[in-house]
């Protein structure tokens, strides 16, 4: 769940959502909403990169889904970040510890 604070809302902006070791994206249930451009995968699907035409200050609900591929011992928490895609440094950083 996120939301834009500032102002009434936000450029384009990026959502990625990196998955633990050993997880894949699971395609078929990556999000669709209507401020949602675009879905892409990187790193071998292993990267999540979602387009959002805006973020406004409502709430947005999103769950990414994966496939476990191989078993791995002590897994990390991996971040979620979204960021105003025309600038950077706007920017919110998300991680489980």
């Known amino acids: 769940m996120f939301s834009y604070r500032e102002g009434k809302e936000s450029n384009m ?8 070791s050993g997880y894949v994206a699971d395609m078929e249930s990556l999000p669709g909403a209507p401020d949602i ?8 699907d ?3 990169v ?5 973020i ?7 769950t990414v889904c ?3 591929t191989h078993r791995v011992v002590n897994t990390k928490a ?7 895609y025309y600038n950077r440094q706007q920017s919110a950083h998300y991680s489980k510890l």
Do not use: C, Q, W
């Open 78 to 84: 991996v971040p979620i970040v979204v960021y105003d």
């Open 66 to 68: 994966g496939h476990r």
């Open 37 to 44: 451009k675009r879905v892409d995968t990187t790193k071998g």
């Open 13 to 20: 902006a990026v959502m990625e959502v990196e998955l633990p």
């Open 46 to 48: 292993t990267n999540v």
């Open 50 to 54: 979602i387009y959002f035409d805006r």
């Open 56 to 62: 406004t200050r409502s709430k947005i609900f999103l």
